[in-house]
Nanobody, 125 residues
Framework: VQLQASGGGLVQAGDSLRLSCAAS????????VGWFRRAPGKEREFVAA????????FYADSVKGRFTISRDNAKKTFYLQMNSLKPEDTAVYFC???????????????????WGQGTLVTVSS
């Protein structure tokens, strides 16, 4: 399984951006998909996830109400729509998928099996 993240860039505070993560190889539509990010000098942190294919989503408090995770199974692609971006959203964003994960572990990056290479989002003030 390979994940390819794209869509990052330089934007101004208040702008929107949509990240994409295209999956290839042996993937299952039932897998959980998620986004993490790593800001300069900080640890990787959870951003958002959709649990399996139930449409059940979970967000970090810092992005709740501004970011939306979604997927298009026919295209084997999932997305992170980011609105009202803030300078503190500046980070490298990573997509990930998990074949077996329980809901309570969605924020745990160790539970994800496959990772994209990361795409840089820079938000200027």
């Amino acid at each position: 399984v390979q994940l390819q993240a794209s869509g990052g860039g330089l934007v101004q505070a208040g702008d929107s951006l949509r990240l994409s993560c295209a999956a290839s190889g042996r993937t299952e539509t039932s897998w959980t998909v998620g986004w993490f990010r790593r800001a300069p000098g900080k640890e990787r942190e959870f951003v958002a996830a959709e649990f399996r294919n139930y449409g059940r989503t979970f967000y970090a408090d810092s992005v709740k109400g501004r970011f939306t995770i979604s997927r298009d199974n026919a295209k084997k692609t999932f997305y992170l729509q980011m609105n009202s971006l803030k300078p503190e959203d500046t980070a490298v964003y990573f997509c990930a998928s998990a074949s077996r994960i329980i809901y309570s572990q969605l924020t745990n990056c160790d539970q994800y099996d496959y990772w994209g290479q990361g795409t840089l989002v820079t938000v200027s003030s």
